[in-house]
């Protein structure tokens, strides 16, 4: 089972699947850095239960509200699913997320406390805000100054699996837990720019393997002319003799 040490190291060394990746960059090196140095700075925060609502919001998209209304009994690690509380939710509507490895590691490193919530406030009430944490965060890594630190990492949640090319929309919309297409529709670019670099690739290989094949067709073209000049010479020895 995954734990929070691992899931650390996992996400510094990239092997996460490319949780932090862009950021808010478009350059794949320059996000690699910005990973790094945003990691960096959370594994510097004193209170890594506060933290861990960052790391959260990264590997499941949820929106600040949903986050700080999270309670334990909506966490169910026998089944993996996470529940969003209606009542709590921007629709009014209960809505469930599956519990991905990571989710679930993030959870198990949570101090647990009398309180219900996962993120607790004072006196184990629901927590208002964590929104300085997350500017001191954002202001470590070097974030520009206007990049969203809260809503921001839902946004590159969406973008990563829209970029993809291996989510669709109607999933990508579950997941965000968007009433309509059309919410999600903002995201569509990223998955047709992807659908395009993977035609892309297409053309290559058909160029690659076309290539081969023309260069075994000359060289074979090049074996039949010297066995012909040899088959001429071997007519012209015996009629010689």
Same mark, same amino acid.
């Given at each position: ?12 060394? %990239?092997?996460?699947? %490319?949780?932090?990746?862009?950021l ?5 090196a ?9 990691l ?12 861990? $609502?960052?790391?959260? *919001? ?5 929106r600040?509200? *949903?986050?700080l ?9 026998? !089944? ?7 009542e ?33 406030g ?14 001191? #965060? ?5 974030l520009?100054?206007? $990049?969203?630190?809260l ?9 990563r ?5 291996? #989510? ?6 579950k ?10 529709q !903002? ?8 659908? !395009? ?17 023309? *260069? ?6 090049g ?6 000049e ?12």
């Amino acid at each position: 089972m995954a734990t929070i040490a691992q899931l650390r190291k996992d996400l510094t060394s %990239g092997l996460y699947a %490319g949780t932090l990746q862009y950021l808010y960059c478009t350059d794949e090196a320059g996000a690699q850095k910005q990973a790094q140095r945003y990691l960096a700075a959370l594994d510097e925060e004193a209170d890594q239960d506060a933290a861990a $609502f960052i790391r959260l *919001a990264l590997v499941t998209g949820m929106r600040k509200g *949903a986050l700080l209304a999270l309670q334990w009994d909506d966490c169910d690690f026998e !089944r993996g699913i996470l529940t969003l509380r209606g009542e709590s939710a921007k629709k009014g509507k209960t809505e469930y997320l599956p519990m991905t490895a990571a989710t679930r590691a993030i959870l198990e490193g949570v101090r647990r406390t009398e309180s219900p919530y996962v993120f607790p406030g004072r006196n184990g009430s629901k927590r208002q805000d964590f929104r300085r944490m997350a500017w001191r #965060v954002k202001k470590k890594a070097g974030l520009p100054e206007d $990049f969203r630190p809260l809503h921001g990492l839902r946004h590159n949640f969406a973008s990563r699996l829209a970029s993809s090319g291996q #989510v669709d929309m109607y999933t990508l919309q579950k997941l965000l837990t968007h009433e309509s297409p059309q919410m999600t529709q !903002r995201y569509a670019h990223l998955r047709d720019e992807a659908l !395009r670099r993977a035609a892309s690739l297409a053309d290559s290989l058909l160029l690659q393997k076309s290539e081969k094949g023309e *260069a075994q067709h000359f060289d074979t073209q090049g074996k039949i002319a010297k066995e012909n000049e040899k088959m001429k010479k071997d007519e012209k020895s015996f009629f010689k003799s």
